[in-house]
């Protein structure tokens, strides 16, 4: 038997990895596990069910016998209830790129009351994310050590307002000048585009460079995003301080992200 575990995901090599299949199974969900993962350049895919979990078994055991995916830890847990990922190539909006189209930069105009903010509703935010969603991802356990990231200062929300409403939002953690969006929602359209325009804008005020979106799909093409190779993408992470600013908190107008009439 081939099968290749790594102590921690310092250990593991991610450039070596499929780009398109899980690059490792470790049923850790630790807030600790979870820093480490995303210093790495890698995130979770928790098993919503038995179903999930079996189907990740069925699909990739042998590749994880042959040592092609590795497992992570030493903890005697079921792996196959969490897969982690890190595709290649890559979906990246450099936060100097965000924009918001022009469609919704003119409805921004006639709303005068919607603003955002940092770190106000970081768990409701979550649980918002998760709502309604097939496959449930957002587990009990992933959102606790999520919520446990945020009181640590590692993962943060950007909340879009309504008259007192939230009604978009997106949420993630920060490692350095890259920041990876776990997820998005919207209860009014656009209300997602703007809250990733914001944090754009937070984030290059604290030095940020990269707003990762872990799966590229048109709605992170809309928002600015670009594929990058992988090994690009994880040098820059090995190369990204530890430490940085913290992001402005302020309340802020959502109109102000509309570029000028004229400007690129």
Known sequence: ???????????????????????????????????????????????????????????????????RIRLVGEEPDDPYAVSWWSPDPRPVVPVSAAHVSRSLARRLRSRLDWTTSLDRRFEQVVRECGAGRTPLWLTEELIASLVRLHDLGHAHSVEVWE????????????????????????????????????????????????????????????????LVPREQYVRHLRRSARDSPPMPTDPLPARRLVRPTGSR
């Open 1 to 67: 038997m081939v099968v290749s575990r790594c102590p921690g995901w310092e250990a593991l090599d991610v450039l070596e990895a499929a780009p398109d299949a899980p690059v490792a199974f470790c049923a850790d969900l630790s807030p600790a596990c979870l820093l480490a993962a995303y210093r790495t350049g890698v995130y979770p895919f928790p098993a919503s069910d038995e179903y999930v979990r079996a189907l990740n078994e069925a699909m990739f055991a042998d590749q994880v016998q042959e040592g």
């Open 163 to 226: 008259e007192g409403d939230l009604v978009g939002g997106v949420f993630g953690l920060q490692v350095g000048s890259v920041f990876s969006m776990d997820s998005m929602f919207f209860r009014r359209p656009g209300a997602s585009k703007v809250a990733v325009a914001d944090l754009a804008a937070r984030f290059a005020q604290a030095g940020g460079v990269l707003l990762d979106a872990q799966r590229d799909s048109p709605h992170v093409r809309s928002l600015g995003g670009v």
